[in-house]
């Protein structure tokens, strides 16, 4: 049968080891059919091919952002949007708030996600003092950029019955001023003694907020994901549904957390891969620490300007080790948060603990962010093959407040895209969206340049090549969540999932690459963004 689509006159980078670079590429329906020069591929055309002239621009696999959080992203489409280059004063985040009081549309509870204290003018966490005369009575939450600290007005502190005495969770604090009341800001578990209490959105609001990131999604070329933090019934009935309806604007695997979900999966006797191509159950996760941008980060050194913080770790190890067993016992792939040193080696011991009671040869247990991985955990992962899950745009966007808590000598190692790959060990792109921009292209920059919003450079010697980069978000991804049969590279019997750049990224200045766009997206041979 002729193809429904052809591009010609690449370069097509495959990503595929056995032929880098073609020049055309023949879809029909939704798999990829010949790949090669342009007589090979024109043989594919029919009187009602569509042709697509590539004219020098790139043809890459659609882009792998292998940790993201859709539902919460596309939630918080609706919420005041508190980023520093929206937001940049206490007086403007007041006003937001205001704004939104004002507005008759509002829901009752008064949200707003992405301050960066580093970069508000009063450079420190607003309290539930700066955010009541905005406020008033509704009750308030105001999201850092990371997701891991967040401050409650005093409507919603008294909501949640939060006073002096409240004692803090386990794997939480509750900050309190000089008088001991507390202060607003809540970190890490603390938060969910606040965010518990908002009202639950219903499956046909996460299906709405599962469209909004993805019409976002696939405008930056991006066909698969990875939902990074799966916890309901609802959440999975709405990706469910839209997937049945063939409504589902992406490809995504599902990170089940172990505590709401583990317990109800093995009885039923499922397990990471269970799926199709388009919704698959992924691993089981776990949070062990928060961000090092808000100095919650477990480490084995206190931070340098904060010598009684070693940031928090959620699980003591014994409890690590329970859980993990447990998972990696029932079948399934493990992926675990930790971004401190401390944190890293704990969840490291827990996955060699589970492997050494249930050995498994391509187990590919993940760890997500993997901020600090100096040599001796390098080795380690070599040695166990663990897979890392970075997310290079981190430098870019929260970089420099890195550079503020963090000695040379921990940066050297900090998000180490560079020595991943020369210790052979398998990394992944990723965005952690919302917590930073789900941008591909200044994902790819970081990667290779290593520089920060300010323009300072964070870990000398850890970028990668442009290759490389588009290697971390295509191929690698595919690895990540075993389905590099399928996607990841553009070959004969692939997948059709497909990204049209602006341009050539290798031949971009690599301080420019952000400036790159996707001219048109294709996922399982249909157009679905076409710039």
């Given at each position: 049968?002729?193809?429904?689509?052809?591009?010609?006159?690449?370069?097509?980078?495959?990503?595929?080891?056995?032929?880098?670079?073609?020049?055309?590429?023949?879809?029909?329906?939704?798999?990829?059919?010949?790949?090669?020069?342009?007589?090979?591929?024109?043989?594919?055309?029919?009187?009602?091919?569509?042709?697509?002239?590539?004219?020098?621009?790139?043809?890459?696999?659609?882009?792998?952002?292998?940790?993201?959080?859709?539902?919460?992203?596309?939630?918080?489409?609706?919420?005041?949007?508190?980023?520093?280059?929206?937001?940049?004063?206490?007086?403007?985040?007041?006003?937001?708030?205001?704004?939104?009081?004002?507005?008759?549309?509002?829901?009752?509870?008064?949200?707003?996600?992405?301050?960066?204290?580093?970069?508000?003018?009063?450079?420190?966490?607003?309290?539930?003092?700066?955010?009541?005369?905005?406020?008033?009575?509704?009750?308030?939450?105001?999201?850092?950029?990371?997701?891991?600290?967040?401050?409650?007005?005093?409507?919603?502190?008294?909501?949640?019955?939060?006073?002096?005495?409240?004692?803090?969770?386990?794997?939480?604090?509750?900050?309190?001023?000089?008088?001991?009341?507390?202060?607003?800001?809540?970190?890490?578990?603390?938060?969910?003694?606040?965010?518990?209490?908002?009202?639950?959105?219903?499956?046909?609001?996460?299906?709405?907020?599962?469209?909004?990131?993805?019409?976002?999604?696939?405008?930056?070329?991006?066909?698969?994901?990875?939902?990074?933090?799966?916890?309901?019934?609802?959440?999975?009935?709405?990706?469910?549904?839209?997937?049945?309806?063939?409504?589902?604007?992406?490809?995504?695997?599902?990170?089940?957390?172990?505590?709401?979900?583990?317990?109800?999966?093995?009885?039923?006797?499922?397990?990471?891969?269970?799926?199709?191509?388009?919704?698959?159950?992924?691993?089981?996760?776990?949070?062990?620490?928060?961000?090092?941008?808000?100095?919650?980060?477990?480490?084995?050194?206190?931070?340098?300007?904060?010598?009684?913080?070693?940031?928090?770790?959620?699980?003591?190890?014994?409890?690590?080790?329970?859980?993990?067993?447990?998972?990696?016992?029932?079948?399934?792939?493990?992926?675990?948060?930790?971004?401190?040193?401390?944190?890293?080696?704990?969840?490291?011991?827990?996955?060699?603990?589970?492997?050494?009671?249930?050995?498994?040869?391509?187990?590919?247990?993940?760890?997500?962010?993997?901020?600090?991985?100096?040599?001796?955990?390098?080795?380690?992962m070599r040695l166990h093959k663990f897979v890392a899950v970075p997310q290079p745009n981190f430098t870019y966007e929260l970089g420099d407040s890195y550079i503020r808590n963090f000695t040379e000598r921990q940066l050297a190692y900090c998000y180490p895209n560079r020595s991943w790959f020369d210790y052979g060990i398998v990394s992944v792109g990723s965005s952690d969206v919302p917590v930073v921009s789900c941008d591909p292209f200044m994902g790819i920059r970081s990667a290779v340049t290593r520089l920060t919003r300010d323009g300072q450079h964070m870990g000398l010697g850890q970028g990668v090549t442009v290759m490389e980069a588009l290697q971390m978000f295509t191929r690698n991804g595919?690895?990540?969540?075993?389905?590099?049969?399928?996607?990841?590279?553009?070959?004969?019997?692939?997948?059709?999932?497909?990204?049209?750049?602006?341009?050539?990224?290798?031949?971009?200045?690599?301080?420019?690459?952000?400036?790159?766009?996707?001219?048109?997206?294709?996922?399982?041979?249909?157009?679905?963004?076409?710039?």
């Amino acid at each position: 049968m002729p193809a429904d689509l052809l591009f010609l006159n690449g370069p097509v980078l495959t990503m595929n080891p056995d032929q880098p670079v073609a020049d055309a590429v023949a879809v029909l329906g939704e798999r990829i059919v010949a790949v090669g020069d342009l007589a090979t591929v024109r043989a594919e055309q029919g009187p009602r091919t569509r042709v697509i002239d590539l004219a020098g621009r790139a043809l890459i696999p659609g882009f792998n952002d292998n940790h993201t959080h859709p539902i919460i992203y596309g939630r918080g489409l609706r919420a005041i949007n508190a980023k520093p280059d929206a937001i940049a004063t206490l007086a403007e985040l007041q006003t937001a708030y205001r704004a939104a009081a004002a507005d008759p549309a509002t829901p009752e509870w008064l949200l707003a996600r992405g301050y960066d204290d580093t970069r508000l003018d009063i450079q420190r966490h607003p309290t539930r003092w700066d955010l009541d005369p905005a406020t008033g009575n509704r009750p308030a939450f105001l999201t850092r950029t990371c997701g891991h600290i967040g401050v409650a007005n005093s409507a919603a502190l008294a909501l949640a019955g939060i006073t002096a005495s409240t004692p803090a969770p386990q794997g939480g604090e509750i900050d309190h001023d000089a008088n001991g009341e507390p202060t607003g800001v809540l970190r890490e578990t603390a938060m969910r003694l606040v965010m518990d209490l908002m009202p639950k959105p219903t499956v046909a609001d996460i299906k709405d907020d599962l469209r909004a990131a993805g019409d976002r999604f696939r405008a930056y070329g991006i066909t698969s994901t990875a939902e990074a933090m799966l916890s309901t019934a609802d959440e999975l009935a709405a990706y469910q549904e839209l997937r049945t309806a063939g409504e589902l604007p992406f490809r995504v695997n599902l990170m089940m957390m172990i505590d709401d979900t583990l317990d109800e999966l093995i009885s039923l006797g499922i397990k990471t891969g269970f799926g199709d191509d388009w919704l698959r159950i992924g691993p089981a996760k776990l949070f062990q620490d928060g961000s090092g941008g808000g100095k919650t980060a477990a480490m084995f050194d206190a931070y340098h300007d904060d010598p009684n913080n070693y940031g928090i770790s959620i699980w003591t190890q014994q409890e690590l080790d329970d859980k993990f067993g447990r998972a990696h016992a029932a079948g399934f792939q493990l992926c675990a948060h930790a971004i401190g040193d401390r944190a890293i080696t704990m969840i490291l011991d827990a996955y060699e603990k589970a492997l050494a009671a249930h050995p498994r040869k391509d187990h590919r247990h993940r760890i997500e962010h993997c901020g600090f991985c100096p040599p001796p955990l390098l080795d380690r992962m070599r040695l166990h093959k663990f897979v890392a899950v970075p997310q290079p745009n981190f430098t870019y966007e929260l970089g420099d407040s890195y550079i503020r808590n963090f000695t040379e000598r921990q940066l050297a190692y900090c998000y180490p895209n560079r020595s991943w790959f020369d210790y052979g060990i398998v990394s992944v792109g990723s965005s952690d969206v919302p917590v930073v921009s789900c941008d591909p292209f200044m994902g790819i920059r970081s990667a290779v340049t290593r520089l920060t919003r300010d323009g300072q450079h964070m870990g000398l010697g850890q970028g990668v090549t442009v290759m490389e980069a588009l290697q971390m978000f295509t191929r690698n991804g595919a690895y990540a969540t075993f389905e590099e049969d399928r996607k990841g590279t553009i070959a004969p019997g692939m997948l059709a999932d497909l990204a049209l750049l602006s341009d050539d990224p290798r031949a971009v200045d690599p301080e420019l690459l952000h400036t790159l766009k996707c001219d048109l997206t294709v996922l399982g041979g249909s157009i679905v963004h076409e710039a």
